[in-house]
């Protein structure tokens, strides 16, 4: 196929990031990239410093001039990434009952206060006690919130590199926590990211491992996309290469796209 689309990808309609849609677009069609889709933080926990920073009526506007002017070489998808939307459930419902996105991405950053892209997350905690309050914490998301596919279900790698300089989490004891996840997930008709981040920050591959992938395939998942987690232009499509050969290895023919959060299939 040709280079797989991009459905993670911050702008500065994020707190986090300086990246404009037009610098994002050239970009993608700089690397080869012909679909992607925007995904700026929709976050409403008081302790992360991207509350309340989303000004979707501006972001949508700014949308539409991009896919105007690169529509012809480009497809641009408006997403957004909403942050605990198990916890948030009226302030998410309230922006996608008002704009209609193509596609959303559901993650967890915090466990109650404990910032898991931090390694304060581990504070008081051993590494594996602090691994599976994470997975606590997802498993709740999965079951209960508002998304079309779940983003970096591995998240608490950083907080583990952070800590403990690990590149990788031997999550073979986790396996009853995680199947369970990926049973929610299919059972609700979710997909799973493979966030390929990780590998730009020297973290390890793209996450979650193909143990996972293939325990989502085994539990019946089918809904796959592949995010670059990009906040910068440049990291537009980076590590896909490594990404597609982890979704091959782990049984998957096909990458879903979306369109007003409805599947379109790529076969691979």
């Known amino acids: 196929m040709d280079h797989p689309p991009d459905y993670h990808i911050h702008s500065t309609f994020s707190c986090d990031s300086d990246a404009t849609l037009e610098q994002i677009c050239q970009s993608a069609l700089k690397r080869g990239v012909t679909e992607i889709a925007i995904?700026?933080?929709?976050?409403?926990?008081?302790?992360d410093s991207c509350c309340g920073y989303l000004q979707p009526s501006l972001q949508w506007k700014a949308m539409e001039r991009c896919q105007a002017q690169f529509g012809g070489e480009l497809t641009i998808r408006i997403g957004v990434e909403c942050g605990e939307?198990?916890?948030?459930?009226?302030?998410?419902?309230?922006?996608?009952?008002?704009?209609?996105?193509?596609?959303?991405?559901?993650?967890?950053?915090?466990?109650?206060?404990?910032p898991a892209f931090d390694g304060d997350f581990f504070d008081g905690l051993e590494l594996e006690e602090g691994v599976a309050l994470y997975f606590t914490e997802l498993a709740s998301l999965a079951a209960d919130g508002d998304f079309d596919v779940l983003a970096h279900a591995d998240f608490v790698r950083r907080a583990a590199y952070l800590?403990?300089?690990?590149?990788?989490?031997?999550?073979?004891?986790?396996?009853?926590?995680?199947?369970?996840?990926?049973?929610s997930l299919v059972e609700r008709g979710k997909g799973l990211e493979v966030n390929t981040s990780t590998l730009r920050r020297g973290i390890g591959g793209?996450?979650?491992?193909?143990?996972?992938?293939?325990?989502?395939?085994?539990?019946?998942?089918?809904?796959?996309t592949i995010g670059s987690d990009a906040h910068r232009p440049e990291h537009v499509g980076t590590g896909f290469e490594?990404?597609?050969?982890?979704?091959?290895?782990a049984g998957f023919e096909q990458l879903a796209t979306f369109y007003r959060r409805r599947i379109r299939w790529q076969t691979l």
Do not use: C
């Open 163 to 183: 800590r403990y300089g690990l590149h990788e989490l031997d999550l073979t004891h986790h396996e009853t926590q995680l199947r369970a996840i990926m049973q």
């Open 39 to 47: 995904t700026d933080h929709a976050d409403f926990e008081p302790l």
């Open 206 to 224: 793209p996450g979650p491992p193909v143990q996972i992938l293939r325990w989502f395939r085994e539990e019946g998942g089918q809904v796959i």
């Open 85 to 114: 939307a198990h916890i948030y459930h009226n302030e998410i419902g309230s922006l996608l009952s008002t704009y209609d996105y193509d596609f959303v991405l559901g993650s967890v950053h915090w466990v109650g206060d404990r």
């Open 242 to 249: 490594r990404a597609l050969e982890m979704i091959q290895e």
